[in-house]
């Protein structure tokens, strides 16, 4: 499996992010996967999950669930022979009942970096983290701020319907991020990568806060006009950081398990 994470996946451009082995995860990935652990479909969207791969077996499961209707885009369909200690190939097949893994393309996923209008100021992080679970959250119209953050960072949010803007990535590097942004009247960047103090932002050449977004992302504000916007990731004695957004694939073992509790638990308050 580190054979394909690291080398196969990468040849195809297929970002991965491989985590053998940790102790416990950070306290704020933990409040943001427990909060969406019956909702994978939103998990997915926020983490910008373009691609989920999995054994044929699993992926028609996912493919036959109700909650998937209408995020496909696509269907990818491959065959796998041998080992990685003994001939191990992998080939794209026309015909899917001969796949023995699917690759699934999803419609509805947040980019690197995407321009967000509003902004919506809750009471503490925790009131955040169950907020991303609220079907009438729209992750496209407005960014999640706990209260404290919203005042350390001084943002003073107006009516995302009066906002309009585009943005366009331009570099893309570990400790790196340039993006184009372009705005009538301000709004707000939201950068897909997993907010922690050593993130340093710069608009126009300008000093800016970088604050935390959605529980766990990057967030930055954004001025009328055009933007020219850079954040890097400067931390003393250490050169990587945990990314969020690189889990452009997610490898699917237990996703009919989770889909199915989240299908009977929405079932059983229908009933109720």
């Known amino acids: 499996m580190h054979y394909y994470l690291s080398t ?75 080992t990685a200690l003994d001939n191990l190939t992998v080939q794209a097949v026309a015909d899917p009942a001969m796949a023995t893994h699917l690759l699934i393309e999803l419609k509805d996923y947040l980019p690197k970096a995407v321009f967000v209008p509003g ?38 949010p107006a009516p995302p319907s009066i906002r309009r803007g585009t943005v366009r990535l331009i570099r893309y590097q570990n400790n790196l991020t340039e993006v184009e942004a372009q705005t009538d009247t301000g709004g707000y960047l939201l950068v897909n990568d997993r907010f922690e103090a050593p993130w340093h932002g710069r608009v126009n050449g300008k000093t800016v806060p970088v604050f935390r977004a959605n529980a766990i992302l990057c967030g930055i504000a954004l001025p009328a006009g055009a933007s020219r916007v850079v954040l890097r990731y400067e931390r003393s004695g250490m050169t990587g950081y945990i990314s969020l957004a690189a889990l452009g694939l997610v490898l699917l073992v237990a996703v009919p398990c989770m889909l199915w509790t989240s299908h009977s638990n929405h079932q059983e308050k229908s009933e109720s």
């Open 8 to 82: 196969v996946f990468a040849y195809y451009g297929i970002s991965t992010l491989d985590i053998p082995a940790a102790s416990r995860l950070p306290e704020d990935y933990a409040q943001f996967f427990q909060a969406l652990d019956t909702n994978p479909l939103r998990l997915w969207q926020l983490a910008g999950v373009k691609y989920l791969a999995a054994p044929a077996p699993q992926a028609r499961s996912v493919l036959s669930h109700p909650l998937f209707q209408d995020r496909i885009a696509r269907v990818l369909a491959y065959q796998a022979a041998g």
């Open 119 to 156: 902004l919506e100021i809750l009471p503490s992080a925790h009131d955040v983290a169950r907020r991303l679970n609220a079907p009438d959250w729209n992750p496209r119209q407005s960014l999640l701020v706990a209260r404290d953050v919203a005042q350390s960072a001084n943002l003073n």
